[in-house]
C-alpha cells in the first residue's frame, strides 16, 4: 500500500480490495484466504481477531501472513502494535484508543504500514497525516453488519482528501459491489471489506468487486 503519485490531479482514483478478516479466522479460514487472493488484485489483509492472547493469535496469524507473501499482499494487524512487532508484520491499523502512531513508527520502523481510523472527521485524518500515518480510513460509510458505527463520513470527505492530502485514504463499512461505485469515483483509494466478501463464495465476491471498481473507474 503506497501513496498514489499525484492524488490531487486526478478525478478518479485507481481503488484497491482491503480484505479484512472475520473475527473467526479457525478451520478453513485458510483456503478461502488463498482463494481470494487468487481471484483478484488485493492490496492489503487485515488480520482482526479479539479475545484472544498473543500467542495464539500469532499461531492463528502465521499461515495467513504466509498466504499473503505469496500473493504480494500486505498483511496488516488491526489495533495490536506489540503483536504487528511480533510477527514482523508490514503495518499495523489503529483506531483512535489503540495507540499512537508515533509510538508505532518507533516500534515497527520506518517501512511500516500505519493506518488510522478516522471515523468522519476531517480534523482526526489531518492530525493522523501529520503524525506520520501512511493512510487513513473513514466510514462507516453504509451500516455494517462486522462493526457498529455511529459515524456517517459523506462522500465529499473523500473529494476534500484527494484534493488535500497526498497520503491514500480508505473508505470502509457496509461497502458491497453495488454500493462501492460513488466511493470510488470521489476518491477512496482502497475500499476495506469483510462480510461482502466472507459471506458466500469468496472468490465470486473479489471478482465482483474488480468488476464494480472498474466499471467506477470507466
Known amino acids: 500500500m503506497s501513496a498514489p503519485s499525484q492524488p490531487n490531479t486526478h478525478a478518479v482514483s485507481h481503488c484497491h480490495l482491503y480484505l479484512i478478516s472475520p473475527l473467526d479466522v479457525t478451520g478453513d ?19 482482526r481477531v479479539k479475545a484472544i492472547d ?3 493469535a500469532a499461531a492463528l496469524a502465521a499461515p495467513l501472513q504466509a498466504i499473503c507473501a505469496a500473493h504480494e499482499c500486505a498483511f496488516i494487524v ?11 508484520a508490514d503495518g499495523v491499523h489503529l483506531g483512535q484508543a489503540d495507540g499512537d502512531v508515533r509510538d508505532a513508527r518507533e516500534q515497527l520502523g520506518r517501512d511500516s504500514q500505519i493506518g488510522v481510523t478516522c471515523h468522519a472527521s476531517r480534523h482526526l485524518a489531518l492530525e493522523a497525516g501529520e503524525a506520520g500515518a501512511d493512510y487513513v480510513a473513514f466510514g462507516s460509510f ?3 453488519t462486522t462493526k457498529a458505527s455511529e459515524h456517517r463520513p459523506e462522500l465529499a470527505v473523500l473529494e476534500w482528501w484527494q484534493q488535500m492530502v497526498e497520503i491514500p485514504c480508505v473508505a470502509i463499512g457496509g461497502i458491497t459491489p453495488d454500493n462501492c461505485g460513488p466511493l470510488v469515483k470521489a476518491g477512496a483509494d482502497f475500499l476495506a471489506v469483510s462480510a461482502a466478501v466472507w459471506t458466500g463464495d469468496e472468490e465470486a465476491n473479489v471478482r465482483a468487486f474488480e468488476r464494480a471498481i472498474a466499471e467506477a473507474n470507466d
Open 29 to 47: 479460514f485458510p483456503a478461502r484466504l488463498e482463494r481470494a487472493l487468487a481471484a483478484g488484485h488485493v492490496a492489503a489483509f487485515q488480520f
Open 54 to 56: 498473543q500467542h495464539a
Open 78 to 88: 488491526n489495533d495490536d502494535i506489540g503483536l504487528a512487532k511480533r510477527l514482523s
Open 142 to 144: 453504509f451500516p455494517s
